[in-house]
T-cell receptor, first 111, second 112 residues
Framework: GQQVMQIPQYQHVQEGEDFTTYCNSS?????IQWYKQRPGGHPVFLIQ?????EVKKQKRLTFQFGEAKKNSSLHITATQTTDVGTYFC???????????FGTGTRLKVLA | GAGVSQSPSNKVTEKGKDVELRCDPI?????LYWYRQSLGQGLEFLIY????????KSGLPSDRFSAERTGGSVSTLTIQRTQQEDSAVYLC??????????FGPGTRLTVL
């Protein structure tokens, strides 16, 4: 079945360092979404990417969708303690309604 | 306006009992998802509703799980004869205009 792998599983960074998480799908996606889940909280929508090669920025966050629409990345520049949480990607295959979530990357930021 | 709400927030039950979990989506959202999240894990798709119908229920783990939606709004997820492996956080999400999913706070289910 369709799988979405996400790496790394965990990342500890010093405040001010950059952070990147990668998402890889076994199938071509029609779109990919990114969510952030704070400890003890629920996932919160960050962004959706639809086009091949698309790059979107939100302040210190940069999101990319691969040319083949099978992979994606989230890069955070100069991390802050407020960036702590687990980041999930969620991919949708064309013709389906089912979003497959990646395994998540848990980010810890050390002050 | 109000976000997605879920009830109860916590449910402790004995093995073999039935439980019913409720989701109140954002008003006007026609698409609704149920997911399950085990401790420290990702989200596992359970079922998708468009209005009152469920075009994709492929994620329901067994026939002990069922879900319905009435009036295009409230949805309930029912688990019959609960097992310990059913223990997890059950999350509901309603979908906005641009396909963004708005999640509720979840129901933490513990089966003893």
């Amino acid at each position: 079945g369709q799988q979405v792998m996400q790496i790394p599983q965990y990342q500890h960074v010093q405040e001010g360092e950059d952070f990147t998480t990668y998402c890889n799908s076994s199938t071509t996606l029609s779109n990919i979404q990114w969510y952030k889940q704070r400890p003890g909280g629920h996932p919160v929508f960050l962004i959706q990417l639809v086009k091949s090669g698309e790059v979107k920025k939100q302040k210190r966050l940069t999101f990319q969708f691969g040319e083949a629409k099978k992979n994606s990345s989230l890069h955070i520049t100069a991390t802050q303690t407020t960036d702590v949480g687990t980041y999930f990607c969620a991919g949708l295959t064309s013709g389906t309604y089912k979003y497959i979530f990646g395994t998540g990357t848990r980010l810890k930021v050390l002050a | 306006g109000a976000g997605v709400s879920q009830s109860p927030s916590n449910k402790v039950t004995e093995k073999g009992k039935d439980v019913e979990l409720r989701c109140d989506p954002i008003s006007g959202h026609t698409a609704l998802y149920w997911y399950r999240q085990s401790l420290g894990q990702g989200l596992e798709f359970l079922i998708y509703f468009q209005g009152n119908s469920a075009p994709d229920k492929s994620g329901l783990p067994s026939d002990r799980f069922s879900a319905e939606r009435t009036g295009g709004s409230v949805s309930t997820l029912t688990i019959q004869r609960t097992q310990q492996e059913d223990s997890a956080v059950y999350l509901c999400a309603s979908m906005g205009t641009y396909n963004e999913q708005f999640f509720g706070p979840g129901t933490r289910l513990t089966v003893l």
